[in-house]
């Protein structure tokens, strides 16, 4: 009773942030927030593009960069390179050389546009040039990452996260990074989600050497479903696939006001270190029979919320679940602590119609990253 207890507070708290603030990917994003410019899990999203998605867009684009060659590489190239080294989301990186220079865009930029073309020290002949610039924003803006927040603001502003604080430690006024936000939100818009932050990376298998694996009947939840209309919104009921992978169900719901239905998978690990996160979406054999009340959802949830709670801060991912057969779901690489102050929260809030669509959840795997 006391660890369900204790789970509902988390959840409670959970909830709040999931809708006091925009705080989610810019797939899902629709007002600024000076406090959120990214999700953590976006900006460490290096596959985020392939090499030669990061050329295609470039070449869509009115400036050179579609054409620029430096040494044996072009400027994708030393994008694509950089990004995979640090660990950058490379469409950061693109979108911030556009914020300092205008480089993506500009037809005829002039030598201090593409000498500087990241604004990473200025003036300084040791970081000239269009590659050195690449090189330089990745590894400052991996450093800034990695560099805990600790208090104090920004410019009158506090960072809500990791991503954010990184990119005002960057840039240190609110002007540039709302610039930055605004180029964000328009070459990436809805539809054009990151792998990670809008997981897109699912696996059929995943490597268990080494994992934690959370079993369904081991995470920490609202009771199970009962009948009665008392307790139908507090429970989940018990489904399993095709394959009989076994799975829990509720109907979704729209607003936080209305969400009752969570679960936590706490790995409680015995030594820090970072993990790769991977969530089994089941396949879907038909819909679970519901008694309190009608229920219309045909399909899983295309906007699964996964709160993801680690060293840095709190990472929110959005998974849409509906086209998953028994499949992982990558829900990216976290720092957790030791012990059981670390977990991954998924509730029955995904802003969709309410019972328009189930929830479902099954185990979660916690991989030792490389």
């Known amino acids: 009773m006391k660890i369900w207890l204790q789970g509902v507070a988390v959840a409670l708290t959970f909830l709040f942030i999931i809708t006091a603030k925009p705080h989610t990917s810019h797939a899902v994003m629709e007002t600024y927030d000076p406090t959120y410019l990214m999700s ?36 994708a190239q030393h994008i694509c390179r950089q990004a995979t080294i640090y ?16 480089m993506v865009t500009s037809p005829n930029p002039d030598d201090q546009q593409i000498g500087w073309a990241a604004g990473c020290g200025p003036g300084w002949e040791s970081t000239r040039g269009f590659g050195t610039q690449i090189q ?37 006024h609110v002007s540039g ?63 399993r696939s095709l394959t009989n992978v076994k799975h829990l169900v509720t109907p979704n719901v729209q607003k936080r006001e ?25 396949s879907h054999n038909g819909n679970p029979s519901w008694s309190c009340s009608p229920v219309t959802a045909v399909s899983d949830t295309g906007n699964a919320i996964y709160l993801i709670q680690h060293h840095d801060g709190i990472s929110r991912v959005v998974v849409n679940q509906a086209p998953l057969n028994d499949q992982w779901a990558d829900l990216g690489v976290y720092a957790f602590e030791a012990g059981p102050t670390n977990f991954v929260l998924l509730t029955d809030l995904t802003g969709e119609p309410s019972s328009s669509r189930w929830v479902s959840f099954s185990d979660m795997k916690f991989v030792p990253a490389e």
Not at 215 to 239: F, H, I, Q, Y
């Open 258 to 282: 209305d969400s009752t239905n969570f679960v936590i998978w706490r790995p409680k690990l015995q030594t820090a270190g970072r993990f790769h996160v991977f969530a089994l979406i089941s």
């Open 40 to 75: 953590d899990a976006e900006f460490n999203d290096a596959s985020a593009m392939s090499c030669e998605q990061i050329q295609a867009f470039l070449d869509k684009q009115p400036g050179i960069l579609k054409n620029l060659f430096e040494g044996d590489s072009s400027a």
């Open 136 to 172: 330089c924003l990745a590894k400052t803006l991996r450093r800034n990452f990695d560099r805990p927040y600790v208090s104090g603001d920004i410019d009158g502003i506090i960072p809500a996260n990791q991503a954010t604080a990184a990119l005002y430690r960057y840039t240190t």
């Open 177 to 239: 990074n709302h610039l930055f936000w605004q180029i964000w939100s328009n070459w990436f818009p809805t539809g054009e989600p990151s792998a990670s932050a809008v997981a897109q990376s699912y696996a059929p298998h995943v490597s268990t050497t080494g994992a934690i694996v959370i079993n369904v009947d081991k995470t920490e939840k609202t009771p199970a479903l009962v009948d009665g209309k008392s307790a139908c919104r507090l429970g989940w009921a018990s489904m």
């Open 87 to 102: 660990g950058i989301n490379p469409r950061l990186l693109i979108v911030m050389i556009q914020k300092e220079m205008r």
